[in-house]
């Protein structure tokens, strides 16, 4: 396929060179996809009390997308290369906006979550054909190093973004405006998108078997973990939710095996040091986005926190995050290493969620701005060069399914992190609820009970973290005696054609 141009309406209400507009687009769009995992986090307490939430399952107005997105965040880059990458891009513009706004107008839970779910799907199919058009529409090497910063930039700060703006939109209009937003904003991307260059298709076939059984294998495996919770591990939904999950994932890999295009080729993780990548930063998110979970609702519910203060407490961890990623791209991975950079960012990690652990959830501001600095700068540092080291020796032609990994693990991460943490929660909170003090009234049950559980998690997320830290120390280590990163022609094919597939 040829090429396509702005239509000429358009093109004449465009500038000569649309390169800006064009970056701006695809960095709006991804920011868009990105925060929503995060920016119903500060909106909770209202959704629950709206919708009837009970504590355990309010947690799927988080997963709902976070699965569905990572799920299907393969097949997505699969539907670009098949269809055109401008025309699937606008088409999970599209989807994402309407669910969006369908979304805002839920009147039970039932509505809302599966409006999240069509959300994430949306999603999955915007998010790679935007990168993919990125590097299309900038081509030379400074160009895109540019453009590439920015996108990471925004990819890893827009979950801290989201938390701001979700406070905003909350405390100033209503917590149906943390879905609402998407749709004005998907509705100019809509308009503009003719700008973009429309991409070749390709031949080949839609492995549709391995990405649905792969979403709803992880989908019932973290329902499971989300009903133990509340229903104890012996109950027969739960196990049942176990039992069915871990079948289809079971069949997911039996499908790869013997698939002519399998969405997921199995053989990028007999690389022991892709494998600990991808592992440490399912892990890494995981604490993360407990951490957002819990820490948001602490601040409403037990410290008393309005919706725009809460969004507003995270504004350090936002700066930090998006300074210390670009300080890391720039400077400190040339210079010190992958290796060097990752052991340290990610000890900065978990010092962080240790003194949030600690500090316990009456903690004053000065000491919860102080750990999310520290936090902050962990992640903002760590997440370049755990991509690197997921895409170092990738074969060119497995170099999209290893950058579309590298997405999934991410969104994976965050729901089964919060699956597992909220199970963590579940019991803690329980065991306060059974046990009252006496004279105690219910509000100050339900505080005592959250806080316990909120506890517990956020000890649990630093195990996540400790984890992490062990993992890459132990099994990252460079294979040469030399540690620093150079970007070899080898390397950099890998990166070009991971994000021309992406």
């Known amino acids: 396929m040829t090429q396509t141009v702005p239509g000429p309406r358009l093109r004449r209400l465009l500038p000569q060179s649309s390169a800006g ?14 925060l929503d995992a995060t920016i119903v986090n500060v909106a909770l307490h ?6 009837g939430f009970s504590a355990e399952n309010l947690s799927w107005v988080v997963n709902a997308y976070t699965l569905t997105f990572g799920g299907l965040l393969l097949l997505g880059a699969r539907a670009g290369d098949l269809l055109g990458r401008r025309r699937v891009f606008l088409a999970g513009i599209g989807l994402f906006s309407v669910a969006s706004l369908l979304g805002g107008f839920a009147q039970n839970p039932g509505e809302l979550l599966a409006a999240r779910a069509v959300q994430g799907v ?29 996108y990471t930039a925004v990819s890893i700060g827009g979950a801290a973004v989201g938390l701001i703006a979700g406070g905003m939109l909350s405390q100033w209009v209503s917590w149906r405006w943390v879905l609402f937003v998407n749709a004005p904003i998907g509705a100019v991307l809509l308009l503009l998108g003719p700008v973009l260059v429309e991409t070749p298709r390709r031949t080949g076939r839609f492995d549709i078997a391995g990405a649905v059984t792969s979403t709803l294998g992880m989908s019932a495996v973290v329902y499971g973990f989300v009903e133990a ?4 591990w012996s109950d027969a939904e739960t196990l049942g939710s176990f039992v069915f999950g871990v079948a289809l994932l079971g069949t997911f890999v039996a499908v790869e095996l013997r ?69 890391s791209a720039r400077v400190l991975v040339e210079r010190f290493g992958n290796y060097s950079v990752m052991v340290t960012s990610l000890a900065f990690s978990t010092t962080g969620m240790l003194t949030l652990a600690a500090t316990g959830e009456t903690r004053s501001y000065l000491q919860l701005a102080v750990a999310l600095v520290i936090f902050g700068l962990g992640n903002g540092l760590a997440f370049v060069p755990l991509t690197t080291a997921a895409l170092e020796g990738v074969n060119p032609s497995d170099a999209g399914a290893a ?11 965050g729901a089964v992190g919060l699956a597992v943490l909220v199970n963590i929660y579940g ?76």
């Open 122 to 150: 949306g999603g999955a199919l915007a998010s790679p054909s935007a990168l993919a058009l990125l590097m299309t529409m900038f081509p030379g090497a400074r160009e895109r190093t540019r453009a590439i910063g920015l």
């Open 427 to 502: 019991h803690a909170s329980t065991s306060v609820l059974n046990h009252p003090h006496t004279g105690e009234s219910a509000s100050a049950l339900g505080r005592r009970a959250f806080t316990e559980g909120a506890g517990h998690a956020i000890w649990f997320a630093v195990f996540f973290l400790a984890a992490t830290w062990v993992l890459v120390a132990m099994l990252l280590r460079p294979r040469r005696a030399v540690a620093a990163w150079e970007p070899t022609d080898d390397l950099a094919a890998s990166l070009e054609s991971a994000a021309a597939h992406a």
């Open 46 to 51: 209202d959704i629950r009390t709206a919708l």
């Open 259 to 327: 698939a002519e295009s399998p969405i997921t080729p199995l053989r990028l993780f007999a690389d022991r040091r892709r494998s600990t990548s991808y592992l440490a930063r399912l892990l890494l998110v995981a604490g993360m986005m407990g951490m957002f979970f819990f820490e948001a609702q602490n601040l409403r519910q037990v410290q008393g926190y309005s919706d725009l203060q809460t969004g507003l407490a995270f504004l350090p961890l936002t700066a930090v995050v998006f300074a210390s990623s670009q300080l």
């Open 229 to 232: 919770a509340s229903k104890g």
């Open 403 to 413: 950058s579309g990994l590298v997405n999934v693990m991410q969104q994976l991460g």
């Open 21 to 34: 507009l064009v970056l701006t687009l695809i960095l709006t769009s991804q920011l868009m996809v990105v």
